[in-house]
């Protein structure tokens, strides 16, 4: 048996008890909040012809930036017909049209 000093004995006897104590929590089922802030999304899809920059900003993947450049676009061009001429819009790429997809109505 390799000798420990009382110092080495408590740190062990401490990470024994975390780790019992995770275990606890981890059966028990408790759960901690998240601290990560998450961004917000609207529950109802949002008319990209008609949104405001605060509802456009409620889609999730789209920050004030991108909102301005889909507002400047409207004004610009009109209407927007369907999903495909949001790739117009820089920042819009495939990748995102398809995370906002579901979001989104005309």
Do not use: Q
Not at 55 to 84: D, S, V
């Amino acid at each position: 048996m390799i000798p420990l000093t009382y110092r080495e004995r408590r740190i062990l006897l401490l990470i024994g008890a975390l780790l019992l104590l995770g275990g606890i929590l981890r059966v028990s089922g408790v759960t901690f909040p998240s601290f990560r802030e998450e961004k917000t999304t609207s529950l109802k899809k949002v008319n990209i012809n008609t949104a405001t920059l605060e509802e456009l900003t409620t889609l999730p993947y789209i920050g004030e930036k991108i909102a301005l450049k889909i507002i400047n676009h409207r004004k610009l061009h009109g209407e927007f017909k369907n999903l495909k001429d949001l790739l117009e819009i820089k920042g819009i790429g495939p990748k995102k049209l398809e995370l906002i997809k579901n979001y989104v109505i005309f």
